[in-house]
């Protein structure tokens, strides 16, 4: 991953792109920073026994949307509304 990247402005670019009464808009406040799990996807929840019973990683939905400098980024929605992780095409 290139040195200029930044997290926080991918996360503004989310909150500025969702609707004003999404649940996830709300929750990216509180957001913590994560890491990366490969060259293209940067997690925020641990996906340890994903959509198992008592898992932190419960799948809801996507979400996708195109970014002016990072173009088609896909949001992994989990079931409390929070931001599971953020995958980057373009660096696939």
């Known amino acids: 991953m290139d040195k200029e990247f930044d997290i926080q402005e991918i996360i503004d670019f989310i909150t500025f792109n969702l609707p004003k009464e ?18 293209a996807y940067y997690k925020f929840v641990d996906s340890t ?7 932190k ?9 195109e970014h002016p400098k990072y173009k ?3 949001l992994d929605i989990l ?3 929070q931001l599971g992780g953020i995958e980057f095409l373009k660096f696939i």
Do not use: M
């Open 22 to 39: 999404s649940r996830l808009k709300t929750n990216l406040n509180t957001i913590k920073f994560g890491k990366w799990e490969s060259k």
């Open 72 to 74: 088609t980024i896909v």
């Open 49 to 55: 026994d994903a959509n198992k019973p008592g898992s």
């Open 57 to 65: 990683w419960q799948f809801k939905e996507n979400i996708i949307l």
């Open 79 to 81: 079931e409390d509304d």
